[in-house]
């Protein structure tokens, strides 16, 4: 099954294509698993922490995976007029030696223009590629040409990979969900890139290439909940032609990232994309104005951090400051998914240097933590996440009820409100709750009252399906922290 570059290249220019595997895990250095056997306790026995990096890469997409024990897999290489040189010097910067896994979600230009720098760069200054892996559908331009000649040049082993196939990963499950055989489309490239799901523990990752709406679809039929993911990066960019309303809510994720540029010819990403993630209140990452995104999951939990700080509701995605691709600044965590906090730091020695997933939060084993004064009397009530009807037309209906169940009035001047999007809402200067008091904080718009405030969100806030209230000093100290289901 296995061919090597020389062998690919004369089936792919004369179109001959055959299966490297459609079932089982895809051979590569860091050893195979059988599906067979595998342990169905994962989920109570991942170990360390992945970290997933969409790189910053303008109206483009790169995305590198750094596994618990430092296994590296990158996902597409980033645009054809820069060579290769942003995600190269992110690489460098990391200080990743070596890539086992390279990716090439399909081959436009745009996907991989960086395969040809990045092979040659780490076949002959660095520790080397692994094996690639491609959907195997060519493509008329000089970039998929050049890519080709540097894996002939090297030797590099180049599967071809499908549906069924799985790419051993370590302790992390990685499995390839398209494209179908036969393919999608009349062999269309977008509608026949590779979908990889990556699962550690209870989180996971979809990353769909530019996969649109036929393909969403056949997923849809395929895996139906399977497809539920922690995380979704948007397919094609942002594009109206992808991120379907069925598809996101099969995946239901619980944030997406969108990899484009700022000023994209293409407009990405498009608005109705936007609406359709605002109408389902998902938190919304962008390239171009969050720039470097880092996602830790240690497999209970995704730490979400950014280089920049930039809004998130996607009706406000444009709002954020452009972040140029190269720019520095290392990414803060912003928010988290689930999970107590997920330790470590960004990748940045080796390779080696996930984070070990022990956590230094002192939450309980519940839900619920309480921290020291100023707040330790004050506890949140009641949370009403589901508004009656349609949660955008209701927005006053779908609130959070603070009591201060102390002895002593607490002033909540400039206090804020928080969810794990980090959306946040700043108490007015003044404004004190007094002892045994509540006050609910709706999310719509109105006029404040000594129990009633408004956040004045054009959008819904708490997550249905599951959210966290933070509840922060006016110096920054973390003094309550309430999750739900």
């Known amino acids: ?61 790169s995305t590198l995976v750094v596994g618990p024990e430092g296994e590296t897999m990158l996902v597409d290489t980033g645009h054809y007029n820069d060579d290769g040189e942003h995600v190269l010097e992110y690489l460098r910067r990391h200080d990743v030696t070596r890539i ?46 050049e890519y080709l000649d540097a894996v002939e040049e090297h030797d590099v082993t180049l599967y071809e990979t499908r549906e069924g196939d799985a790419i051993s990963f370590g302790d992390v499950d990685v499995d390839v969900l398209g494209p179908p055989e036969p393919y999608l489309e009349n062999e269309a490239r977008n509608e026949n890139s590779i979908v990889l799901k990556l699962t550690h523990g209870e989180t996971s990752f979809m990353l769909s290439g530019d996969a649109e709406d036929d393909q969403e679809e056949y997923l849809i039929d395929a ?58 209140s998902i938190p919304t990452y962008w390239t171009a104005t969050h720039g470097d995104i880092v996602l830790a999951s240690d497999g209970s939990g995704v730490s979400v951090r950014t280089q920049r700080e930039a809004p998130t509701d996607p009706l406000a995605l444009r709002e954020g400051e452009p972040v140029e691709p190269g720019a520095g600044g290392d990414p803060v965590e912003r928010a988290r998914l689930g999970g107590d906090p997920v330790g470590g730091e960004t990748a940045g020695d080796g390779g080696d240097s996930a984070a070990d997933g022990d956590g230094t939060d002192d939450t309980d084993e519940g839900d619920e933590t309480t921290a020291t004064d100023p707040g330790a009397a004050l506890e949140v009530a009641a949370i009403n996440a589901d508004a009656e009807g349609d949660d955008r037309e209701n927005l006053t209906d779908e609130y959070v009820v603070f009591e201060n169940t102390g002895d002593e009035p607490i002033d909540l001047s400039g206090w804020t409100v928080e969810d794990e999007a980090a959306r946040s809402y700043e108490f007015p200067d003044g404004f004190t709750l007094d002892a045994g008091a509540t006050v609910t904080l709706r999310s719509g718009s109105g006029a404040d009252t000594d129990t009633e405030l408004y956040w004045g969100s054009g959008s819904p806030v708490w997550n249905n399906d599951g959210d966290t209230v933070i509840l922060t000093t006016d110096d920054g100290e973390r003094v309550l922290e309430v999750s739900y289901e």
């Not at 390279?102 to 080397?128: C, F, K, M, R």
């Open 1 to 61: 099954m296995k061919r090597t570059g020389g062998e690919l290249r004369i089936l792919l220019i004369v179109g001959i294509i055959f299966l490297a595997g459609c079932a089982g895990a895809v051979p590569g250095d860091q050893g195979s698993t059988d599906p067979d056997t595998t342990d169905e306790s994962t989920v109570d026995t991942a170990n360390g922490t992945v970290e997933v990096h969409y790189i910053n890469v303008g109206q483009s997409v």
């Open 100 to 145: 086992d896994h390279l990716v090439t979600s399909h081959n436009d230009a745009d996907h991989i223009g960086g395969n040809a720098a990045i092979i040659d760069h780490y076949e002959t200054d660095a520790g080397g590629i692994g094996a690639i892996y491609d959907p195997g559908i060519a493509a008329s331009t000089q970039t998929y040409d």
């Open 223 to 280: 895996y139906g909940g399977d497809l539920e993911s922690t995380v979704l990066k948007a397919g094609h960019h942002g594009s109206s032609s992808s991120s379907s309303e069925p598809f996101l809510d099969a995946v239901r994720p619980r944030a997406v990232v969108v990899s484009s540029a700022y000023d994209s010819q293409y407009g990405h990403p498009h608005d109705e994309v936007l609406r359709r993630l605002s109408n389902r």
